[in-house]
């Protein structure tokens, strides 16, 4: 069996921790804890989507938080807001509607946290957090779209 792809994972889950530090724990926390709950509230979904909406909604449980904490309130609320929903649609209907809307609201919050993560200086609080948001969102797309197609596939094979 070939370790590899395991070993790099975990370098780059150290350096991203080292790195971003107090910033990973929350997003991460609260993914655990959202694929605890699915497995446990939802023992029937597709073990694929369920992974791929735990990590949007420790990201959603992370970007409300940070919401509240700074006070934060009108059109910063929509970001949130479609995650929700989106989250909510894709545990409830896994399937290619709710991926390619979670996917359009990725791809433009990526685009758009990517902006300001090459603006900022290395070291700065909020470059740790977008590289942490950065992460999170690259990681639902990949997770969603691979729940997808493998379910797909799978359908056409049987």
């Given at each position: 069996m070939n370790r590899a792809p395991a070993i790099v994972a975990a370098v780059i889950g150290l350096a991203v921790g080292a790195y971003a530090g107090f910033h990973l724990l929350i997003p991460l926390v609260?993914?655990?804890a959202a694929w605890w709950l699915g497995r446990t509230l939802l023992?029937?979904?597709?073990?694929?989507?369920?992974?791929?909406?735990?990590?949007?909604?420790?990201?959603?449980?992370w970007l409300a938080l940070g919401l509240?904490?700074?006070g934060i309130r009108g059109p910063a609320l929509l970001d949130p807001l479609i995650l929700?929903?989106?989250?909510?649609?894709?545990?409830a209907r896994p399937g290619?509607?709710?991926?390619?809307l979670l996917t359009l609201y990725q791809v433009v919050a990526l685009a758009l946290n990517a902006v300001t993560f090459v603006?900022?200086?290395a070291g700065h609080v909020l470059h740790k957090a977008l590289l942490v948001h950065l992460l999170w969102r690259l990681m639902a797309l990949v997770l969603?779209?691979?729940?997808?197609?493998?379910?797909?596939?799978?359908?056409c094979s049987s």
């Open positions: 609260a993914s655990a023992p029937r979904l597709d073990e694929r989507y369920l992974i791929a909406a735990a990590v949007q909604a420790g990201h959603l449980v509240v904490l700074l929700l929903v989106g989250v909510a649609w894709l545990l290619l509607a709710p991926v390619v603006e900022l200086p969603m779209w691979r729940a997808y197609v493998r379910r797909a596939r799978a359908r």
